[in-house]
């Protein structure tokens, strides 16, 4: 399974798309800062703007991105499972 790349919704701006296919999981916003480098925020997307959440600050859009996963029902210990990747990459 192939992930899908985030979808650019305005300059700074990403939407990532996982298990749903209309509401996003996470919102990816481009900020640069006082030295010049841009900085990625990975929020987790809710419709409900109080149970939105900062999840990490990244040095990439790549990165931000790899950070999603996608939602398993079934635990598999310390690994999410496919189509999540492997920690050890």
């Known amino acids: 399974m192939t992930r ?3 979808i650019r919704y305005d ?3 990403w939407l990532v798309m996982r ?3 209309v509401v996003p999981k ?3 916003r481009r900020y ?7 900085q ?3 929020i987790r997307w809710d419709l409900d703007p109080s149970k939105r959440r900062l999840m990490a600050v990244c040095p990439s859009l ?3 991105d790899d950070l999603v996963r996608y939602d398993n029902n079934v635990s598999h210990g310390y690994w999410d499972g496919p189509p999540n990747p492997h920690p050890s990459g």
């Open 4 to 6: 899908p790349k985030p």
């Open 11 to 13: 300059r700074d701006t």
């Open 19 to 21: 298990d749903d296919v």
């Open 26 to 28: 996470a919102v990816i």
């Open 32 to 38: 640069t800062d006082k030295g010049g480098h841009d």
């Open 40 to 42: 990625y925020l990975l």
């Open 62 to 64: 790549e990165r931000a």
